[in-house]
């Protein structure tokens, strides 16, 4: 395989991000018991997933936000903004329909935290100089 252009590069990444969203959205629906995983081994194994995800979504969080902030990146900011938007508010509808209330909370104070130096930003860059 040769080396990809731009455009296949482009693709290539839209492609496995949407497939992860996609099956993102069949465990939130239909959790992870439709997977061929023991129960005794379950819960643990959820809690291990839900750790990791956490763990590479704040790494991406923290390295990509940094860029977007160092930059004044206003569209980068944006991106940014409406992922965390779209996590915490999936979140916290799931959290509600569990009945896991604090969880809504932590997910209203995790937006503020994040979206007071991204819309800051995204206010900052679209004033002209």
Not at 12 to 35: K, P, T
Not at 94 to 101: D, E, L, N, T, Y
């Amino acid at each position: 395989m040769g080396p990809l252009t731009c455009r296949g590069r482009l693709t290539w990444f839209s492609a496995v991000a949407v497939l992860l969203v996609l099956w993102g959205m069949v465990f939130a629906v239909f959790g992870l018991g439709i997977l061929p995983v023991g129960r005794g081994v379950l819960l643990a194994w959820e809690s291990a997933i839900y750790g990791t995800i956490m763990m590479g979504w704040g790494i991406t969080l923290l390295l990509v936000g940094r860029v977007a902030l160092r930059r004044n990146d206003r569209e980068l900011a944006g991106a940014l903004l409406v992922g965390i938007a779209v996590w915490l508010l999936a979140e916290a509808l799931f959290s509600a329909r569990f009945g896991v209330w604090f969880n809504v909370g932590v997910d209203a104070v995790v937006f503020l935290l994040f979206s007071i130096p991204l819309i800051t930003s995204i206010r900052s860059a679209s004033r002209p100089r």
